[in-house]
């Protein structure tokens, strides 16, 4: 099988040498550093749960392109049975991480490459898909983690991309050869790209004439020269570094999201991982398709492993009060029950009802329609289920002391006593429980949520593109018996 174990994994990273910042100094060592190892964990837990036979029918599936089995997260869904397999490995990473599995955007970006190099090719005579392709074999049968990239900083929105003051503002080819492209610009909020070994980077807008170098999607390793991360840096970030016992944090092993801005200093790209380059008609296909598919992702699937977490977290802190007959506590966490349900049926409607496309790719993509109201369902339900959240863990989940205390002479017992609340369980499982509560209701992933695959308004204003009346109007019609 084309499957490396977890120590393989690891293994292989070392040989990878990203040039990462963060917090004002450079880190040497991904596998090393505290923030940066949570990457490193999370993707290495894909490859252990696709060798675990309880898992391994959730996290691989087999590979016409290779003839062989492969992790599900290098492979391209090629019927609705696909779809509905990747959204529910969705929302396993998510229940069992608790944060990103950061190969999925990268696993999104192969769709959108996948279709719409073929169409491409078909309508142009180019030869992207081939090479595609190669590419995609070779992820398979090394079993690589690829992250994607399609955040840019941009500029003026008011004006047109060739118009703005600074022109590596989007991503830009700024030299051809025969060898291959350079290219020079950044993409930004990028997840965990540091920790993976390729990087998909598709362009963020549609372009039009005159804007062909910016019009470029390619693949490349990312330790390639003149690639730079710059690593987020947050209280959690702060709180990972300094802590004298990753037990004291909210999610010990994999850590909040981490992301960086990616910069292209005269990157080198060869011939043969360049999938988009000039054709500027085609550049808001590959956002399209990268957006049908990452909103299903983002919308209906991981967001509820999210959920989850949150609500086994609750129940946990409602059995420990001894508050398990609270009449408003039990209805509060049937709404974040039915929160979640809606999530998931919005996530497994927009598999349910894809499709292939384009017609004849092989290739099948989410319902638009259907995933973007998943993400458009999922962004508030989420907020509320983290509000529910704050009132059933109560006030502790912003005023929680340091876990250290419970190691403290002077203070010890006190802790013990008091944050016990008289239960049969230990005040240091209140605080843990507590403590992961807060990383979800007082942290990053709030706001994450709502921006992630795009803001809402970006959903919204798809739809109102793809939304047809004509079928309601109609039922109306011939309810009343109007004749046109």
Request: glycine fraction near 8%.
């Amino acid at each position: 099988m084309a499957l490396m174990t977890p120590q393989q994994f690891e293994e292989s990273l070392k040989n990878v040498k990203p040039r990462v910042f963060m917090n004002g100094q450079r880190v040497e060592n991904i596998l090393e550093n505290r923030n940066t190892r949570t990457v490193v964990e999370a993707n290495k837990a894909s490859y252990e749960w696709a060798l675990d036979p309880k898992y391994k029918d959730i996290m691989t599936c087999y590979s016409p392109l290779i003839n062989d089995t492969v992790n599900r997260y290098t492979h391209v869904s090629t019927s609705v049975a696909d779809l509905v397999a990747k959204a529910e490995a969705g929302t396993f990473t998510a229940e069992m991480l608790g944060t990103c599995i950061y190969r999925c955007v990268g696993y999104d970006s192969f769709h959108s490459l996948y279709a719409t190099t073929w169409e491409m090719d078909r309508e142009l005579g180019t030869d992207y898909h081939p090479r595609f392709l190669e590419y995609l074999k070779m992820v398979q049968t090394k079993d690589l983690s690829v992250a994607g990239a399609l955040t840019e900083p941009r500029g003026d929105r008011g004006k047109k991309t060739v118009d703005w003051d600074d022109p590596y503002l989007s991503l830009k080819i700024v030299d051809k050869n025969k060898d291959g492209i350079v290219v020079k610009g950044a993409k930004i909020n990028i997840s965990g790209a540091f920790g993976s070994h390729w990087l998909n980077v598709l362009p963020q807008a549609a372009h039009v004439k005159g804007e062909e170098d910016y019009a470029v999607a390619f693949a490349t390793p990312v330790d390639a020269k003149g690639i730079t991360y710059i690593c987020q840096y947050t209280p959690n970030s702060a709180e990972r570094d300094q802590a004298a016992d990753m037990e004291e944090l909210g999610n010990p092993l994999y850590g909040q999201r981490e992301t960086s801005m990616v910069i292209f200093d005269n990157v080198f790209v060869p011939w043969q991982y360049v999938f988009h380059c000039g054709e500027v008609q085609y550049s808001g296909k590959f956002v399209t398709r990268f957006a049908k598919t990452h909103r299903m992702t983002c919308g209906g699937t991981c967001k509820v492993g999210f959920m989850n977490q949150i609500i086994g977290a609750c129940r946990l802190i409602q059995e420990y009060k001894g508050l398990q007959k609270a009449t408003h506590i039990n209805e509060e966490l049937m709404e974040m029950v039915v929160l979640r349900e809606t999530c998931r049926a919005c996530g497994l409607a927009a598999a349910q009802k894809g499709a292939e496309e384009p017609k004849g790719s092989g290739v099948f993509l989410p319902d638009e329609l259907m995933g973007n109201v998943s993400k458009l369902t999922v962004a508030p339900a989420f907020w509320r289920v983290m509000a529910l959240a704050g009132d059933i863990g109560g006030g502790l989940i912003v005023t929680l002391p340091s876990l250290k205390e419970l190691k403290n002479p002077e203070v010890k017992d006190y802790v013990n006593e008091y944050l016990k609340f008289g239960s049969d369980t230990s005040a240091e499982n209140i605080m843990k429980v507590t403590k992961l509560l807060q990383n979800w209701a007082a942290g990053l992933h709030g706001v994450a949520t709502w921006q992630g695959a795009g803001p809402l308004m970006a959903q919204k204003i798809m739809l109102q593109r793809v939304i047809n009346y004509d079928h309601e109007k109609w039922l109306v019609k011939r309810t009343l018996n109007i004749k046109d």
